[in-house]
């Protein structure tokens, strides 16, 4: 994982997650804004779970799903956080924001995730962009579009 910015108190981190998909996701000491970039059509059910399973386990409480089957993202999350208690029935402070953003640019993603993930009690300090699946065109729009929203 690599630090890639930092403004106002808030970092961004980029994780590059390749197949076979059992890296596991650092945790970061906070809450935090995790923004997937589906980048790998292959990615099997069960790797996609792992995944989704560990960004409930790290805390992240607001994920973004973006690229190839974006919704399905936001549906495995929503299932491994239901799944994190014993009951189905996660207590409200422990709530996971998920959305997905099919038809949207890669700039107006970034530019979401920065400005339009605060709610509740939660102003997060730390975002993580997660790229799932090797494309160097996508990770470097993603980062010109940080340093845009960043600067503007």
Same mark, same amino acid.
């Given at each position: ?103 949207? *640019?890669? *700039? ?45």
């Amino acid at each position: 994982m690599e630090l890639i910015a930092q403004q106002a108190g808030r970092r961004f981190w980029l994780l590059r997650l390749g197949s076979p998909y059992q890296t596991l996701i650092p945790k970061l000491g906070s809450t935090y804004v995790a923004v997937v970039l589906a980048c790998d059509p292959s990615i099997a059910p069960e790797q996609q779970a792992f995944i989704s399973t560990q960004l409930v386990e790290t805390d992240c409480r607001y994920m973004i799903a973006w690229g190839i089957d974006a919704t399905n993202w936001d549906t495995s999350v929503d299932y491994a956080f239901i799944a994190s208690d014993p009951n189905y029935d996660p207590p409200d402070e422990r709530f996971l924001m998920t959305t997905w953003h099919d038809n949207e *640019s890669i *700039s107006e993603l970034v530019w979401f995730a920065c400005n339009g993930t605060n709610f509740g009690l939660h102003e997060f300090r730390d975002y993580m962009f997660i790229l799932i699946g090797e494309d160097t065109a996508i990770e470097s729009e993603l980062l010109t579009s940080l340093r845009d929203v960043m600067s503007g």
